[in-house]
Structure formats: C-alpha cells, structure tokens
C-alpha cells in the first residue's frame, strides 16, 4: 500500500522560506512520478511540481517556478520542495501525490494521481 506523509508546513513571513517534505513507503520510488499539489480555501487544488527520480523530469508550475526547488532523495524515499519568496497568494494546505508511471506529467493535475497524503498547512503573513 502507497502511503505518503507530508511535514515541514507552518506559519512564516512573506519573503520567507518553507522546506516540505513527503515520506513515501510501500511502493518503489524509482517507478512513481512523486508530485506536490496544494489547495487554498475555497479553490481547486492545483499542481505545483512534480518530480521523476528514474528519468529526471521535473514540472514547476508557472505560480512557483523560480522561487522552489524539488528534489528527491531515494535513499529514504522522500521527495523535498523547498519554497523560497514566500507569499501571502501561497498560503495552502500543500499535498503530496504519487503515482506509478515512466515520467512526471506536465502539467501535473489531479486525475493523474491516484495516491495522496493528508496534507500539512503552509500560511503566510504578510
């Protein structure tokens, strides 16, 4: 069974920097394209980034691209977004996704995963 869990969220000031981070276990991580999704309240959740360890492909959405950087550490089968330039428009419940495939499709939506984690908060104040 996939299961994924999400840490690194919280409170932070515009301009500041997040590091999330999402454990995967049960699956093997070389196969899975590993996502970041995140949703505000009152929208739809939207694809962030996306990351493919075997093949190297990454997304960025248009939203972050610039100011984050994912990565993958295969070792411990955890996947990092680091979030740098914070600002008030990011503040969401950020999710992490897997799903088993030869790449990362771009863009990332949310059909095209079929594995999630609960999430963890990410607010900025300005």
């Known amino acids: 069974e996939v299961q994924l869990v999400e840490s690194g969220g919280g409170l932070v000031q515009a301009g500041g920097s997040l590091r999330l981070s999402c454990a995967g276990s049960?699956?093997?991580?070389?196969?899975?394209?590993i996502a970041w999704f995140r949703q505000a309240p009152g929208k739809e959740r939207e694809g962030v980034s996306c990351?493919?360890?075997?093949?190297?492909?990454?997304y960025y959405a248009h939203s972050v691209k610039g100011r984050s950087t994912i990565s993958s550490a295969n070792a411990n089968n955890t996947v990092t977004l680091q979030l740098n330039s914070l600002k008030p428009e990011d503040t969401a419940v950020y999710y992490c996704?897997?799903?088993?495939?030869?790449?990362?499709?771009?863009?990332?939506?949310?059909?095209?995963?079929?594995?999630w984690g609960q999430g963890t908060q990410v607010t900025v104040f300005s």
């Open positions: 996704a897997a799903e088993e495939g030869p790449g990362c499709p771009i863009p990332a939506y949310v059909a095209d995963f079929g594995s």
């Open positions: 049960g699956f093997t991580f070389d196969d899975y394209a």
């Open positions: 990351i493919h360890s075997r093949d190297g492909s990454t």
